[in-house]
Structures are given as structure tokens and as C-alpha cells.
């Protein structure tokens, strides 16, 4: 059974980073591309970043230049690290395959706030 279990998340003044990270089981995703999504009460779920197997990255606009994913294939996990963070970043954050998520995970709340 796959499984993806988010973690990293919490409570950050604007400005602050928080790391990610997302370990995923029964399966080996090495070879897949991985995402980062994230999605906020009463809206849809959106990618904001992915990476390919080979380390190849895109990010959604409102992130780039201020996101960073990243994987380690050898520990099944990718990971996440969030810098400048803005109160628009709120949400919760999930990781998933790209372009055809698998079964979704708990998410791991951000919230950014002073």
C-alpha cells in the first residue's frame, strides 16, 4: 500500500523558512516525477513544485525563486524548503507523483502569520 507522510509544518512570522519533508512507502519512487501541492479550505489543490527522477525542477510562479524541492531516491523522501515566506503560503502541503497523484497523504499544516 502507498503511502506518503508529510512533515515540517507549523507556525512562522513572515519572512521565516520551513523544510518539508515527505517519506513515502510501499513503493519505490525513484523513477517517478514527485510534487509538491498545497491546498487552502474551499479551494483546489495546487502543484507547486516538482522534480523529476534525475533532479530536473519547475515551481508554480508564486513560488520560484523562494521554494526549493529536492529528493533523496536512496531514502524514498523529497523534500521542501520554504524561505520568504508570505501569508499567502498558508496551507496544507502535501507530496504526491505528478502529473497523476496516487492516494493522498495527511499534509502538514503551514501557517504564516505575525
Known amino acids: 500500500q502507498v503511502q506518503f507522510v508529510e512533515s515540517g509544518g507549523g507556525l512562522v512570522q513572515p519572512g521565516g523558512s520551513l523544510r518539508l519533508s515527505c517519506a513515502a512507502s510501499g513503493s519505490s519512487f525513484s523513477h517517478v516525477i514527485m510534487g509538491w501541492y498545497r491546498q487552502v479550505p474551499g479551494k483546489q489543490r495546487e502543484l507547486v513544485a516538482r522534480i523529476s527522477s534525475r533532479g530536473d525542477t519547475n515551481y508554480a510562479d508564486s513560488v520560484k525563486g523562494r521554494f526549493t524541492i529536492s529528493r533523496d531516491n536512496a531514502k524514498n523522501t523529497v523534500y521542501l524548503q520554504m524561505n520568504s515566506l508570505k501569508s499567502g503560503d498558508t496551507a496544507v502541503y502535501y507530496c504526491?507523483?505528478?502529473?497523476?497523484?496516487?492516494?493522498w497523504g495527511q499534509g502538514t499544516e503551514v501557517t504564516v502569520s505575525s
Open positions: 504526491n507523483m505528478s502529473p497523476f497523484p496516487l492516494t
